[in-house]
């Protein structure tokens, strides 16, 4: 199984190109980041673009059995995003359920301060704003982030991501208001399967990949 990108500039450089045709420098556009590892892709996008950079923290809600597999998100602005499904089919209890959110919330909270110092308070009202990630596995994060950005008032809501499961970009699309992908491989198995390097982004890079966008 062959990867797609070098690494997530890589992927970011590639999603970059593909948005211009339709985003190039329009007014009112904002890249956001989903921390961590979508800010180097989405440092990349904004750069094609020439638009600024700007993040929303978003937390997945692994299973408390098996973390990677997500159950739900939180995301800036105490939004809440729970899969019924998951929970339902792994029998999940409402105090695990509440105990991994209060975990991710203090979490989400250090993430805040520690990403957004020295920025202005995220206002992306009457705003085209575009979310972009490294890959869609159970797309938890991004709904989360979907609402997050939708109580904001923005005018429109793209979401952009390199690679993604089918079904889950089909999701995604019903929630946003236009979705940019560049490959739903089948089968999918995770989004690191298709990158070459993906290592853990730090929140050293974070910082350094913002303050330099700004």
């Known amino acids: 199984m062959n990867a797609l990108f070098r690494d997530r500039i890589d992927a970011g450089r590639q999603l970059g190109q593909t948005l211009l045709t339709r985003y190039d420098k329009k007014p009112c556009t904002l890249v956001l980041g989903l921390p961590r590892g979508g800010v180097p892709v989405a440092h990349e996008v904004a750069r094609a673009l020439q638009i600024p950079l700007d993040i929303l923290v978003v937390r997945k809600l692994g299973l408390p ?53 020295g920025l202005k308070p995220l206002d992306i009202t009457q705003k085209t ?43 995604i699309r019903r929630e946003a208001d236009d979705v940019i992908c560049l490959a739903t491989p089948f089968p999918f198995r995770a989004v690191g399967v298709w990158y070459e390097h993906f290592p853990q982004t730090t929140d050293e890079e974070v910082k350094a990949l913002v303050a330099q966008a700004n």
């Open 65 to 117: 059995a098996q973390q990677e597999y997500a159950m739900g998100a939180i995301a800036s602005g105490g939004v809440t995003y729970i899969d019924d499904t998951v929970i339902k089919a792994m029998q999940v209890s409402q105090s695990s359920l509440e105990a991994v959110i209060e975990t991710e919330s203090v979490e989400l909270g250090r993430r805040e301060r520690a990403y957004r110092q």
């Open 129 to 171: 704003v575009i979310l972009v990630d490294d890959g869609l596995a159970t797309g938890a994060t991004m709904r989360a982030a979907i609402a997050a950005a939708r109580s904001m008032k923005p005018a429109r809501i793209v979401v952009a991501i390199p690679v993604a499961a089918a079904d889950t970009l089909e999701k």
